[in-house]
């Protein structure tokens, strides 16, 4: 079981950045492709972007694309989500999640593991 914990949520202002970690338990972490999704208060959770094992191969969904990056350090078993140019509509609870098997996917039911959820909160 892979155990995933989500760290550096918080609240900030439009135009401000943030930057997301997730660590996780598993000596494995190399072998899997990671993504990032948010869930806004009263909608389904969303894909925001994903990473291949090795790091070659990144998506975004279209409504961040140049504002955020994700990365991963497989020596250190984290993946980031690096945020810029907050937005208010950017505001959710933000998941980790580790896909064990298969290519990358931007779809919730193709991820194994889930993180607890940060927080983001983007002022206006």
């Known amino acids: 079981q892979v155990q995933l914990v989500e760290s550096g949520g918080g609240l900030v202002q439009a135009g401000g950045s943030l930057r997301l970690s997730c660590a996780a338990s598993?000596?494995?972490?190399?072998?899997?492709?990671m993504g990032w999704f948010r869930q806004a208060p009263g909608k389904e959770r969303k894909f925001v972007a994903a990473?291949?094992?090795?790091?070659?191969?990144?998506y975004y969904r279209d409504s961040v694309k140049g504002r955020f990056s994700i990365s991963r350090d497989n020596a250190k078993n984290t993946v980031y989500l690096q945020m810029n140019s907050l937005k208010p509509e950017d505001t959710a609870v933000y998941y980790c999640?580790?896909?064990?098997?298969?290519?990358?996917?931007?779809?919730?039911?193709?991820?194994?593991?889930w993180g607890q959820g940060t927080q983001v909160t983007v002022s206006s």
């Open positions: 598993e000596r494995a972490f190399s072998s899997y492709t």
């Open positions: 999640a580790a896909r064990g098997i298969g290519p990358v996917t931007t779809a919730r039911g193709g991820y194994d593991y």
């Open positions: 990473i291949s094992w090795g790091g070659g191969r990144t």
